[in-house]
């Protein structure tokens, strides 16, 4: 079974990313860590049933060897949505449904949190990050069950990108999700929805 997991929100500074997605939702991240592997450092943000996640290059990390995930080498902005998280039973199983360019799976850990995620060797994702990372927790403990619930829900995300209709047929086979629009633009851009107690607030 897959399902969403939780939204990448990534920043060339952390604590400057956190402030302007605390800014721009009204709410306090909680939670978070290093990840050596990658070399990357993070905050959440509980949304009930997923989470947000605001990541950046760790500057204190050692070398990692490796382009790190969701692009971040490369990325150079203080926030911005750039990719998404399908949750899977079996990662082998749902990588085969995937579009090439998809990565080889990784063994992963962050404090308490197991888990194995598929990595591209460039960093990127298929079109252009707009298809969504695949990771398989493994153990009971998740990152939602540890986070303050903000009282935010995610009601839309909506992906543009130049080739949509390939990225709907390729999406068609990995996630349904009636959250998720996928719509024709010129170029890439993501954006999503969260509706709370004082009405719906939008983050891209």
Same mark, same amino acid.
């Given at each position: ?10 920043? @060339? ?5 956190? *402030? ?13 860590? @290093? ?23 760790? %500057?204190? *990390?050692?070398?990692?060897?490796? +382009? ?17 998280? !399908? ?6 199983? +749902? ?8 990565? +080889? ?14 990595? %591209?060797?460039?960093?990127?994702? &298929?079109?252009?990050?707009?298809? %969504? ?9 998740? &990152?939602?069950?540890?986070? &303050?619930?903000?009282?935010?829900r995610l009601t839309r995300l909506e992906i543009a ?12 086979? !990995?996630?349904?999700?009636?959250? !998720? ?6 170029? @890439? ?16």
């Open positions: 079974m897959q399902s969403l997991d939780h939204l990448a929100f990534s920043a @060339k500074v952390l604590s400057e990313g956190v *402030a302007l997605a605390e800014r721009g939702l009204d709410r306090a991240f909680a939670g978070g860590g @290093k990840h050596p592997t990658m070399g990357t450092h993070n905050r959440l943000l509980g949304l009930g049933d997923l989470y947000l996640e605001v990541i950046a290059i760790d %500057p204190d *990390a050692a070398p990692v060897g490796r +382009a790190r995930w969701f692009d971040l080498d490369r990325f150079d902005h203080p926030l911005r949505l750039t990719n998404w998280v !399908v949750r899977c039973d079996d990662l082998d199983e +749902a990588l085969a449904l995937c579009p090439p360019g998809m990565g +080889a799976p990784l063994q992963l850990e962050r404090g308490p949190f197991r888990w194995r995620m598929a990595v %591209p060797e460039n960093g990127q994702l &298929p079109f252009e990050g707009c298809f %969504p990372a695949l990771i398989e927790w493994q153990g009971p403990a998740h &990152p939602t069950q540890a986070l &303050p619930d903000s009282g935010l990108h130049p080739h949509a209709d390939e990225l709907q047929q390729a999406l068609n086979r !990995v996630l349904q999700d009636p959250r !998720v629009s996928i719509t024709q633009g010129p170029q @890439k851009h993501m954006a999503a929805r969260f509706d709370g107690p004082g009405g719906a607030l939008w983050l891209g």
